[in-house]
Nanobody, 125 residues
Framework: QVQLVESGGGLVQAGGSLRLSCTTS?????MGWFRQAPGKEREFVVA????????YYADSVKGRFTISRDNAKNTVYLEMNSLKPEDTAVYYCVARQNPTFTVAVIRNPLSYDYWGQGTQVTVSS
């Protein structure tokens, strides 16, 4: 059983930045982030192989968000820049034990074995 603990959410003005952290109790082949805004379905944000050999971003965040990891701390980060009001959502850290890394698989929330509790990000206009 892998536990994921997120932190770093908060309130920020449009154009600002936030960094989310996700500490994992165990290693997984793939880790990433989803988000869910009120009244909307859960949305894929980004996924990466823990090895760092592959990363995939949703078009809506490409060029603004960056995923990274710290092996020594078993932590994945999501650096979010140029934030927009439409980025407002609860952000969830996810982990997948299977190494298959295709776009169809990593964009599907059902592909992930573990989810964090979520952290709220609110961007004001």
């Amino acid at each position: 059983q892998v536990q994921l603990v997120e932190s770093g959410g908060g309130l920020v003005q449009a154009g600002g930045s936030l960094r989310l952290s996700c500490t994992t109790s165990g290693l997984s082949f793939i880790m990433g982030w989803f988000r869910q805004a009120p009244g909307k379905e859960r949305e894929f944000v980004v996924a990466m192989r823990w090895s760092g050999s592959a990363t995939y971003y949703a078009d809506s965040v490409k060029g603004r968000f960056t995923i990274s990891r710290d092996n020594a701390k078993n932590t994945v980060y999501l650096e979010m820049n140029s934030l927009k009001p439409e980025d407002t959502a609860v952000y969830y850290c996810v982990a997948r034990q299977n190494p298959t890394f295709t776009v169809a698989v990593i964009r599907n929330p059902l592909s992930y074995d573990y989810w964090g509790q979520g952290t709220q990000v609110t961007v004001s206009s």
